[in-house]
């Protein structure tokens, strides 16, 4: 048990130098190798469903699209959609944001098929959750909605 909160406290120094966030790309090769390191430490003590992997994925998706490599971002967004799902449910918000969030990264990167499903999948989560006149609820049936039509998303060109 000892060794497990060493590991904790190793991966905690080390995302504390992670803040506050600065637009550098040495900033976010660094950030990169600290989320890198503190996902093996967690993985080693928690397993692979915890939220600490949970938010070491998320982190990963961002620090790798901030350094404009899409393909392990990806792959991170997905390895956080199945921890949530797990962690939290498949019906939980969180996991309804993960998909929306993946839909809309889906689409820009060209795979419109794909990126409705996941935008569908949330949004249908979120409905079931907040109800059809919620403002959260509205937008994205509106995201869907234009993404279906084929229009370009603002967000896209980014």
Same mark, same amino acid.
């Given at each position: 048990?000892?060794?497990?909160?060493?590991?904790?406290?190793?991966?905690?120094?080390?995302?504390?130098?992670l803040?506050?966030?600065?637009?550098?790309?040495?900033?976010?090769?660094?950030?990169?190798?600290?989320?890198?390191?503190?996902?093996d430490?967690?993985?080693?003590?928690?397993?692979?469903?915890?939220k600490?992997?949970?938010?070491?994925?998320?982190?990963?998706?961002?620090?790798?699209?901030? #350094?404009?490599?899409?393909? @392990?971002?990806?792959?991170?967004? +997905?390895?956080? $959609? *199945?921890?949530? /799902?797990?962690?939290?449910?498949?019906?939980?918000?969180?996991?309804?944001?993960?998909?929306?969030?993946?839909?809309?990264?889906?689409?820009?990167?060209?795979?419109?098929?794909?990126?409705?499903?996941?935008?569908?999948?949330?949004?249908?989560?979120?409905?079931?959750? #907040?109800?059809?006149?919620h @403002?959260?609820?509205?937008?994205? +049936?509106?995201l $869907? *909605?234009?993404? /279906?039509?084929?229009?370009?998303?603002e967000w896209?060109?980014?």
């Amino acid at each position: 048990m000892e060794e497990k909160e060493k590991l904790l406290q190793q991966a905690e120094e080390l995302r504390k130098g992670l803040y506050p966030l600065n637009d550098t790309v040495e900033y976010y090769e660094k950030a990169l190798e600290i989320e890198l390191k503190c996902l093996d430490i967690y993985s080693q003590v928690y397993g692979k469903y915890h939220k600490k992997i949970l938010d070491s994925h998320e982190s990963l998706w961002l620090f790798y699209h901030l #350094l404009n490599d899409i393909n @392990k971002g990806f792959m991170h967004k +997905k390895e956080s $959609i *199945e921890i949530s /799902e797990k962690v939290f449910g498949e019906e939980h918000m969180h996991t309804a944001n993960l998909y929306s969030e993946f839909g809309q990264c889906s689409c820009c990167q060209g795979n419109q098929e794909e990126g409705i499903e996941y935008l569908k999948k949330g949004f249908v989560i979120t409905e079931k959750n #907040l109800g059809k006149d919620h @403002k959260k609820t509205k937008k994205r +049936k509106s995201l $869907i *909605e234009r993404m /279906e039509r084929g229009e370009e998303i603002e967000w896209c060109k980014e």
